[in-house]
């Protein structure tokens, strides 16, 4: 079998790129006696955290229907650095790695994400300059693993599915792109997974 001719590189970012943690902000939740696990799979049962990540509403308004839903008295001040407390440190090694990948490949972001995240992205890990683009749920109104969301990244990053490798740690995510003709590979854990997934692919870095 032929190895795949890749052109363009994807990363999901949550898990693959930088770790998350739910715990701090699973409190708003037993507020209301939601009583859901600290992860992102409870959180996408949260019909708001949803609206939320599809960009039906902005940050303002999420937070409005926040402090209604759970009786609460947020503002953005108190709210952001809780909100943000989910994204943690970078996968160890990963700015090193995307820097010398950069040299050969673009590469992109796909993430099932809201505005409040990205920004705080944007301001405090420097090594998103190594991606050509950051695509997210709520720019593009839909979310992984919906096929929308793999057909707009395609278009946006002018590429060929065949010539996309795109790696995420659920496999729901990766079976959408599949579906997609996109070369998609499972990460569960990125300092034992990715390397292995670049070299099957003979993607030298």
Known sequence: MLTPKIKTLVFDLGEVLI????????YLRRLREMHLESSLQSMNQWPLYDTFERGKITEKEF??????????????????????SVLQDSVFGIEQTLKQLAQNYPLWILTNSNETHINHFKINYPW??????????????????????????????????NSILFVDDRKENIEGARACGIHAELCEDTSRDLAKILKSYSIQY
């Open 19 to 26: 770790k998350l943690n739910f715990s701090k902000i699973m």
């Open 128 to 161: 998103h300059n190594q991606f050509q683009g950051i695509l997210t749920s709520y720019e593009l109104g839909c979310r992984k693993p919906e096929k929308s969301i793999y057909e707009k990244l395609i278009s946006l990053t002018h590429s060929s599915a």
């Open 63 to 84: 937070l409005i229907k926040l402090n209604k839903e759970l009786a609460i008295s947020l503002t953005l001040d108190t709210f952001r650095p809780l909100w943000n």
